[in-house]
């Protein structure tokens, strides 16, 4: 077998396709993130946990409701978004005129008790999830083993993130938003109901988390911490593109898996920190981050 | 200084019944109180301003009357229903248009964006081609990012894109500030063209040689009240204590 820089092919793509995995759940992730950041200046510590609770609910239709795996990808973001909005309305509007750190505080409390709920109910070990009968097995392309839906969810993640750029960047929807996100009062004062965008893009930016949740359900086991354990990486991903840039999020999301993977295979000690490194030096070069606009 | 105890109206609107009518408006930014109980009326079709040094309330008054402010209180009745207590988004629902002091346009909208942002409230709004007729420079610049533009054409902008909407009631801050003679004149000639066409405005203004080139009544305002209205055509009888009001 030939060696690219003096690495087994099969190693490095395979490395280089976990990468795009791990990249696609954190720019779905942060561009949730970025999205309700940009509107309702909310560092929302419970995307991890509803991301969670994304993967749980297709648990749940899955073994309580019989609802296969595809049913359960349009089901649980609509479910978790809804109880998104819920959080938005009773909670998150309390505190929108104070600084963002209770939100801060608020939604990291919210996490504690979300995961607390479920590991009560459902223990800590994992609860398995199996693969789509449709999209179980692979394809050997030579140079690598290619699980179809380790491609499904790269392929998945990137439609939903050019999907929510576009909706953004190119819509009147996306344009209100944007507006809103700029100078509240002034598009409330053109007759924009901004209350209620906010609203639906916290359960927007939520049902985000959830359909990543849903994603991930097959790959890592269902478990209470799924979300803790990927949420600090996230708000890394999302420190290194730019708090609340929407294609920070998306480049620095897969471009961060990607440079994970490599590091597994180059340098595997470092694979667990060079996030933080990339972040550490981002912020001393250019604080706003890669895609950000200084403040 | 001189504070009329009754403001006059002068003929010409004095039977008509008044589109806006604000009464005891009071308002505060946080702990501090800015107005304290401005009345005035505006009749339908009529340009009035609001002169008065920095500082005096003005564009606080705007703000009070648009809702864009924390804590209001009075009335201000606009073609007889009460808006004291509506969110400002109802308001301009109702008819009324914003231009901010500082214009309001949005760094992260192009200039089509921003012209196309504010939603049609009511049928009558200028169509997009009718807006570029009135001001030609925003249609070489669809394009740009908004906060690209000169001053002047920014505030083509924010004009253009609330005659978009219907607004029939216009509430402009300041239009004139900072901009060049050349602009200031096509900004005036904007403004008496749509009085021509019957919309109504408030325009809050530090230039009143400007303001008496498209106004009908003068409003002075002090120290968050009205205390005294001066009819555009009694201007040159009144300008020493016009002078006085503003300081000049």
């Known amino acids: 077998m030939f060696e690219l820089i003096g690495v087994p092919p099969q190693a490095l793509f395979g490395q280089v396709l976990l990468g795009l995995i791990n990249g696609s759940f954190y720019a779905i992730l942060s561009l949730g993130l970025a999205v309700i950041f940009g509107l309702l200046n909310v560092i929302n510590f419970a995307h991890g946990a509803q991301y969670m609770m994304g993967a749980f609910v297709a648990w749940m239709g899955l073994n309580y409701l019989g609802l296969n795996y595809w049913a359960a990808l349009l089901l649980a973001p609509l479910v978790v978004g809804a109880v998104g909005i819920a959080m938005e309305r009773l909670l998150l509007k309390r505190i929108v005129h104070v600084d963002h750190l209770y939100g801060l505080l608020l939604t990291f409390g919210l996490a504690l008790i979300i995961q607390g709920l479920f590991r009560n109910q459902y223990g800590s070990s994992g609860l398995p999830y199996q693969i789509p009968p449709e999209l179980r097995g692979g394809q050997n392309l030579g140079f690598m083993f290619l699980p179809y839906y380790r491609g499904w969810v790269v392929v998945a993640s990137l439609v939903v993130c050019v999907a929510t750029w576009f909706m953004i960047e190119k819509t009147k929807l996306g344009a209100y938003l944007r507006a809103a996100t700029e100078n509240p009062t002034l598009t409330q004062a053109f007759g924009i109901n901004v209350p209620l965008l906010v609203t639906l893009t916290y359960g927007f930016g939520v049902a985000l988390a959830a359909f990543a949740g849903v994603l991930a359900a097959p790959i890592y086991s269902v478990n209470p911490n799924m979300g803790a354990d990927l949420i600090i990486v996230v708000f890394a991903v999302v420190v290194i593109g730019g708090m609340g840039s929407i294609m920070g999020a998306i480049v620095t999301g897969f471009s961060l898996g990607l440079v994970e993977g490599l590091t597994k295979v180059f340098y595997p000690e470092a694979s667990a920190t060079v996030i933080f490194i990339i972040m550490v030096l981002v912020l001393l070069v250019k604080p706003a981050g890669l895609f950000g606009r200084p403040a | ?248």
């Open chain 2, 1 to 248: 200084m001189a504070t009329t105890e009754v403001l006059r109206v002068p003929a010409v609107v004095a039977g008509a019944a008044p589109l806006l009518k604000v009464r005891g408006l009071e308002a505060w930014y946080g702990e501090s109180h800015v107005l304290h109980g401005i009345d005035f009326d505006v009749a339908p079709g009529e340009v009035v301003t609001l002169l008065g040094r920095n500082g005096a309330g003005k564009t606080t008054t705007l703000k009070s009357i648009m809702g864009v402010i924390g804590k209001r209180t009075g009335s201000a009745i606009f073609e007889g229903k009460e808006t004291i207590a509506l969110p400002s988004r109802a308001i301009a629902r109702l008819g009324i248009g914003y231009v901010p002091e500082e214009r309001g346009i949005y760094s992260s909208l192009s200039v089509e964006e921003n012209l196309m942002l504010p939603p049609r409230i009511r049928d009558g709004g200028l169509g997009v081609e009718q807006i570029f007729q009135l001001f030609p420079n925003l249609k070489e610049r669809l394009r740009s990012q908004g906060t690209k533009l000169s001053g002047g054409e920014q505030q083509m902008l924010a004009i253009g894109r609330i005659l978009r909407t219907g607004a029939h009631f216009l509430l402009l801050d300041e239009p004139t500030e900072g901009l060049a003679p050349v602009i200031i004149d096509q900004i005036g000639a904007t403004i008496r063209k749509l009085k021509q066409e019957g919309y109504t405005i408030i325009l809050v203004e530090q230039n009143f040689r400007f303001a008496a080139t498209v106004a009908d009544r003068h409003y002075v305002v002090e120290q968050g009240k009205v205390i005294d209205m001066i009819p555009n055509a009694e201007l040159d009888r009144n300008i020493d204590k016009l002078h006085s009001y503003l300081g000049v």
